[in-house]
């Protein structure tokens, strides 16, 4: 009887651990990966997490295809990526926008990001600036804030939609400054530039990655960046916080996460590789390239990072009064 027992135990055994191998615990990845961006090519997202999955795919001998799935500020794709099967097969590059601000401010999001991903690592750490259009003749903060002062409700500023990181930016400085500045929403960054740099609004906070570009040409003019430290990318630019308003501090963090119930032998592979990854001299030299400032974490450092961002953006959500129907 004993014998029979153990016979059974070894079957027992043997069979999950086929099980789990045909999961790709193992072996992982035996197949394609497709990741996930709510964002539209060309953005900062996409152009991000082009690059690491070029790197994934090197490393670990699969392919690791971007699929963009835009809409809703990002929480279209991180809404699919939720809703996939926990397999491995199916990530997402997700940012602050869809994980932290999106869930404060949309009724009917179908996702909790607290509950519904197993978050890989953080990646990238996205500050924005502060751009206008040089025909406004303002070239400071200094000179846009006493502007905005003496001529309320004149001044036009872009955002890539209601609510977004963006719209947020603005509204906190509005807040601090206590002028008016009427908000001109669009439904992304490609849009709210165009209309930028042809004059037909005055300013917007967006990406570096987005922006620069604008700037060097001399389409844009550059006020400020909106992180407590001058940017990597832009040195030259002052920031908010120096330019007389101080503990201002914000911008988005992009990471890679699975469905929630994703094998942590498959989280912690990936995790490894992408922090091996952003180690790599030629990739941060490529991040550093595109405004991008390389962050890194663990699974466990992440997911900490989107309890606690979730609550900071909710309450800037509420202070700004930000609604979406």
């Not at 991000?48 to 809703?72: H, M, Y």
């Not at 997402?92 to 601000?101: C, E, F, G, K, R």
Request: glycine fraction near 10%; charge should be positive.
């Amino acid at each position: 009887m004993n014998n029979c027992k153990n016979l059974l135990l070894v079957f027992v055994g043997a069979f999950f651990l086929s099980g789990a191998q045909a999961q790709g615990v193992g072996d992982y990845p035996t197949k394609p990966v497709s990741v996930i961006v709510g964002f539209p090519p060309g953005t900062a997202t996409d152009t991000i997490a082009r690059v690491l999955c070029e790197r994934l795919s090197t490393r670990l001998g699969k392919t690791f295809i971007v699929d963009n799935r835009a809409g809703q500020g990002g929480s279209m794709g991180a809404a699919a990526a939720a809703n996939a099967a926990a397999d491995g097969y199916t990530l997402v590059v997700s940012a602050t926008a869809p994980l932290a601000i999106n869930p404060n401010i949309y009724p009917k999001l179908t996702y909790d990001p607290r509950r519904d991903f197993a978050p890989i690592g953080l990646h990238s750490w996205l500050p924005y600036a502060l751009v206008t259009n040089p025909r406004t003749g303002i070239n400071s903060l200094q000179e846009l804030i006493a502007y905005a002062k003496a001529n309320p409700g004149k001044l036009t500023y872009a955002s890539i939609g209601n609510g977004s990181t963006s719209h947020l930016l603005m509204t906190m400085l509005l807040q601090q400054t206590g002028v008016k500045i009427v908000h001109i929403p669009y439904k992304g960054s490609a849009q709210s530039q165009t209309d930028l740099i042809a004059g037909l609004v005055d300013m917007t906070f967006d990406t570096m990655v987005t922006v620069m570009p604008h700037v060097k040409s001399g389409r844009l003019r550059a006020l400020a960046t909106s992180g407590i430290s001058r940017s990597q990318f832009a040195p030259e630019i002052p920031t908010v916080d120096e330019q007389g308003l101080p503990g201002f501090d914000a911008g988005a963090w992009l990471g890679l996460l699975a469905p929630a119930g994703t094998p942590k032998p498959i989280i912690d592979r990936l995790n490894k590789e992408l922090n091996l990854i952003l180690d790599e001299p030629d990739t941060r030299k490529r991040l550093l390239g595109l405004g991008s400032e390389p962050l890194k974490s663990t699974p466990e450092e992440f997911a900490a990072h989107i309890r606690s961002e979730y609550a900071k953006w909710g309450q800037r959500v509420r202070e700004s009064g930000a609604k979406i129907e």
